[in-house]
């Protein structure tokens, strides 16, 4: 063989090596990548547990990536939703309100059927039977309920781009009856913060040590 050859060989070698190298370098990270996903995941789903031990985790078992990708679309935190859902109905996913609202983020099936066109046909509740357990429709079901209600909130957010005012409407219509929700909603939220294992796009604010007085 030439020395040209040699070379070429020796060329072609070390591309094929640094080539197979990066390709090894993108699976660990993609691998890497879905095992933070996971845990993210499954720390949700514990969250969920947690706040309300009775929870189907088979019925919430989608939530988690649902939870990640309608938040991301909505711009919020993810974390932000979670407090919304607890101060909402406590992870109760057949929860029902007072005017009717359903599921884990309380929605109206009047409210919820504005987003049919863009999310697909919803199933509604059935009349309430003299005996046995009413069927809720898709708005029992925790991952209809969060696509829903976050699209909800999207709109809210296109024509009010502050999350107090948007929170406020979410819960008591334009008019924000009720403001005390928002307060709600973020004290939930900052507790929510002190959970590392939940990566909030936020982090909690470092606590101040307690100031002393000096004596005289």
């Given amino acids: 063989m030439s020395q040209h050859s040699k070379a070429l060989a020796i060329l ?6 640094a080539v197979s190298g990066l390709v090894a370098v993108r699976q660990v990270i993609a691998v890497t990548g879905e095992a933070d996903t ?6 949700i789903l514990a969250y969920v547990a947690e706040k309300n031990p009775q929870a189907p985790i088979r019925a919430f078992q989608k939530f988690p990536e649902i939870l990640l ?3 991301q679309r909505t711009n ?10 607890e101060v909402e109905s406590e992870f109760k996913h057949d929860a029902v309100g007072g005017a009717g609202e359903i599921g884990i983020f309380q929605v109206l099936p009047s409210t919820a ?3 049919e ?8 509740p059935a009349p309430a039977p003299a005996k046995g357990q009413r069927d809720l429709g898709d708005l029992a079901d925790p991952n209809t309920a969060t696509r829903f209600a976050m699209a909800y909130l999207r709109d809210i957010l296109s024509r009010k781009p502050s999350i107090k005012d948007a929170l406020t409407e979410y819960n008591g ?3 924000g009856r009720h403001p005390h929700y928002y307060r709600m909603v973020m004290g939930t939220y900052v507790e929510v913060l002190e959970r590392p294992e939940l990566r909030c796009r936020f982090q909690a604010a470092p606590k101040q040590p307690a100031v002393t007085a000096l004596s005289m």
């Fill in 113 to 115: 059927a504005i987003f």
């Fill in 69 to 71: 990708l309608e938040a």
């Fill in 38 to 43: 996971d845990r993210l995941h499954r720390a």
């Fill in 12 to 17: 072609v070698l070390g591309f094929a090596i």
């Fill in 76 to 85: 919020i935190d993810h974390c932000l939703a979670l407090a919304q859902a």
């Fill in 173 to 175: 219509g334009p008019a």
């Fill in 117 to 124: 066109p863009s999310l697909g046909k919803l199933r509604r």
